[in-house]
């Protein structure tokens, strides 16, 4: 890593370091003067968080997250379709990102809903806008399993994640409107699934999209969609939800609780 950092001929740096590592690696890249794109979770805390993006914009250099799904085709049809109001008044959503349990664990330094709620909740707030309110919640003690109910403005949305999964991996955000329900599997390879249509499948992997957008954002000097900035209130959230849960003594939440974001 120092290496890399101390080289001057090297203008910018992917990180995809144990999620505990980041704020420091970030940092120290930052200062450096390397434009950076950061794997998920971007940190995590908000405090670090808002820090980098305030040291990155003072240092004009580029701070991107990898929300991944962001750039994956289908996901900015389905995100487009829900926006525009193609299937209706949204009534309702799920988000399960549900992994079978992996040993030895490939990621020790975040738990479930850092590590694999994280993805869900970027898509959803890409979709409905940063979270307003958690009307419930519960976590398993070993916190590699979480469902939350959530307010998306008046939208609610389940949200399920787990990496202790019996069987298959499930992968889907569903959207139910008063015309037709939408469904996106990000599973391999994604899949988007309307209801009385055909379904259509991608097997391009976002990562060569989202490479592009890092370098034309470097080139061009705007942020990018994932930008550090845009990923700052998915940080808070999880951060406050875990405290929430961390503070209740039970890990659940029964009663509604705002956001204060």
């Known amino acids: 890593?120092?290496?890399?950092?101390?080289?001057?001929?090297?203008?910018?740096?992917?990180?995809?370091?144990?999620?505990?590592?980041?704020?420091?690696?970030?940092?120290?890249?930052?200062?450096?003067?390397?434009?950076?794109?950061?794997?998920?979770?971007?940190?995590?805390?908000?405090?670090?968080?808002?820090e980098l993006v305030a040291f990155a914009k003072k240092q004009n250099l580029i701070l991107m997250v990898g929300h991944q799904f962001l750039y994956a085709p289908l996901f900015r049809e389905f995100s487009s379709k829900v926006k525009s109001g193609q299937f209706g008044k949204i009534q309702s959503a799920e988000a399960f990102f549900l992994n079978p349990l992996r040993d030895p664990p490939i990621e020790l330094s975040s738990d479930a809903f850092e590590d694999l709620g994280y993805?869900?909740?970027?898509?959803?707030?890409?979709?409905?806008?940063?979270?307003?309110?958690?009307?419930?919640?519960?976590?398993?003690?070993?916190?590699?399993?979480?469902?939350?109910?959530?307010l998306f403005g008046n939208t609610p949305v389940t949200m399920k994640v787990s990496r202790e999964q019996p069987g298959k991996?499930?992968?889907?955000?569903?959207?139910?409107g008063n015309k037709s329900v939408v469904a996106y599997d990000h599973s391999d390879p994604h899949k988007l699934l309307i209801s009385h249509g055909i379904p259509k499948t991608v097997e391009t992997r976002p990562l060569g999209p989202e490479m592009r957008a890092f370098?034309?954002?470097?080139?061009?000097?705007?942020?990018?969609?994932?930008?550090?900035?845009?990923?700052?209130?998915?940080?808070?959230?999880?951060?406050?939800?875990n405290n929430l849960l961390n503070d209740s003594g039970s890990n659940s939440i029964s009663a509604p609780r705002v956001f204060p974001y």
Not at 9 to 16: E, G, S, T
Not at 25 to 41: N, R, Y
Not at 121 to 149: H, Q, V, W
Not at 220 to 226: C, I, K, T, V, Y
Request: charged share 25%; glycine share 4%.
């Open 119 to 150: 993805h869900d909740l970027y898509m959803l707030i890409d979709m409905f806008g940063i979270p307003t309110e958690i009307l419930e919640a519960k976590r398993s003690e070993n916190r590699e399993s979480i469902e939350l109910k959530v």
């Open 1 to 50: 890593t120092r290496f890399v950092l101390d080289d001057p001929n090297i203008q910018a740096v992917v990180i995809a370091s144990p999620a505990g590592d980041h704020y420091e690696i970030v940092k120290e890249a930052l200062k450096k003067g390397k434009h950076v794109f950061v794997e998920k979770p971007f940190v995590l805390h908000a405090d670090q968080a808002r």
């Open 169 to 176: 991996a499930l992968r889907m955000l569903t959207v139910q």
């Open 215 to 241: 370098f034309d954002a470097i080139n061009s000097r705007r942020a990018p969609p994932s930008s550090g900035e845009s990923a700052v209130p998915v940080v808070a959230f999880i951060e406050w939800a």
